[in-house]
């Protein structure tokens, strides 16, 4: 089952919703302010946050753009629309106004994690790639597919953000820690191996580059 962090400084809140999820069968960690949260999330990655905006220490606005590659679902009292709108530009996956259902706030967790490719146990999966977080394998297709530790890491990335733009930046802060050695000289080359041997066994372009941004995967079939 997936893991999902809670941040809210309303212990209320954050009791609530750490009973609805753990009942649901997530995994649960829970932080209480913004610094707390970043401390948490430097040593371990939940497949989704929920976090409040109106936080001790860094605000969640703060927060937000310091998480990559975890899909963010917004739960504030805020409810101004240039906000929202702000807030999902600016990497949110979603937001959801207090007071809230909690099953609407359930359906929107798994609706967040598919897109994300988020976990099922310990598999990712997206179309026809498959990732298992255990073994650090990779089948396309059906087939086993060999993969480096960076493009392990790089693909990894790709899937929980599908469909979403990843800057070069975003890429190189997330998958620094398992792979130091990948800079932004090589980290074209660990692209287009990645997306060579996709392409071998799918016959699909996974990958798509973003012209002066970043990289996507998607399911469209190009030859770029």
């Known amino acids: 089952m997936a893991s999902i ?14 009973e609805a999820l753990s ?23 939940p497949d ?8 001790p220490g860094l605000s969640g ?18 409810a101004d629309i240039s906000g929202k709108v702000d807030l999902l530009l600016g990497g949110a996956a979603d937001y959801i106004t207090k007071p809230f259902d909690i099953n609407e706030l ?12 988020g976990s099922s146990g310990n598999v990712m999966k997206f179309k026809d790639i498959t990732l298992d977080l255990n073994t650090h394998t990779v089948n396309v ?48 080359i660990h ?7 996709l392409k071998t066994v799918s016959g699909k372009d996974y990958i798509s580059a973003v012209w002066g941004i970043g990289f996507m995967l998607t399911d469209k079939d190009n030859n770029d």
């Open 48 to 55: 989704l946050i929920l976090m409040d905006l109106m936080l």
């Open 106 to 117: 359930l359906a929107r967790i798994t609706v967040a994690l598919r897109r994300s490719g």
């Open 61 to 78: 606005e703060q927060l937000l753009p310091k998480i990559n590659g975890i899909p963010v679902i917004v739960v504030s009292a805020k």
């Open 191 to 197: 692209i287009h191996n990645l997306r060579k041997k």
């Open 141 to 188: 297709s059906g087939s086993d597919v060999k993969l480096t530790r960076t493009e392990y890491a790089i693909l990894k990335l790709l899937m929980q953000k599908a469909g979403q733009v990843v800057s070069k930046t975003a890429v190189l802060d997330d998958i620094s820690l398992d792979t130091p050695d990948c800079t932004e000289d090589s980290l074209k």
């Open 23 to 45: 009942g649901e069968g997530y995994t649960v960690s829970r932080a209480y302010s913004g610094t707390e949260a970043l401390m948490l999330l430097s040593s371990s990655k």
């Open 5 to 18: 962090m809670i941040i809210d400084d309303d212990t209320h809140i954050n009791d609530m919703l750490f």
